[in-house]
Nanobody, 115 residues
Framework: EQLLESGGGLVQPGGSLRLSCAIS????????VGWYRQAPGKQRELVAQ???????MYADGVKGRFTMSRNDAMDTVYLQMNRLEPEDTAVYYC??????????WGQGTQVTVSS
């Protein structure tokens, strides 16, 4: 299975970016799809996660700034990031989890927030 992220880049503090994750195959195959990030010298952390039913869940540090959505027809999930802060600088990874415990990761996309 393949997850392909896009949309990262360099943005000034207060700016916005939208990340996309295109999932090969059907998005309905997965129990959960999420976005994680890893900053230099830090552990990978969950940013947002979405399930087939129900609302997305967010890490405390991004609530009110980030919005995760999904387009089932295109097997794609998005992460709209607003009011970006330097602390949001990290490599962002798309993740998909199957009910049997299988875990899939994208290659990551760099987000840099700097003036």
């Amino acid at each position: 299975e393949q997850l392909l992220e896009s949309g990262g880049g360099l943005v000034q503090p207060g700016g916005s970016l939208r990340l996309s994750c295109a999932i090969s195959g059907s998005i309905f195959r997965y129990d959960a799809v999420g976005w994680y990030r890893q900053a230099p010298g830090k552990q990978r952390e969950l940013v947002a996660q979405i399930f087939p039913t129900g609302l997305p869940m967010y890490a405390d540090g991004v609530k009110g700034r980030f919005t995760m959505s999904r387009n089932d027809a295109m097997d794609t999930v998005y992460l709209q990031m607003n009011r970006l802060e330097p602390e949001d600088t990290a490599v962002y990874y798309c993740n998909a989890q199957e009910q049997n415990g299988s875990d899939y990761w994208g290659q990551g996309t760099q987000v840099t927030v700097s003036s």
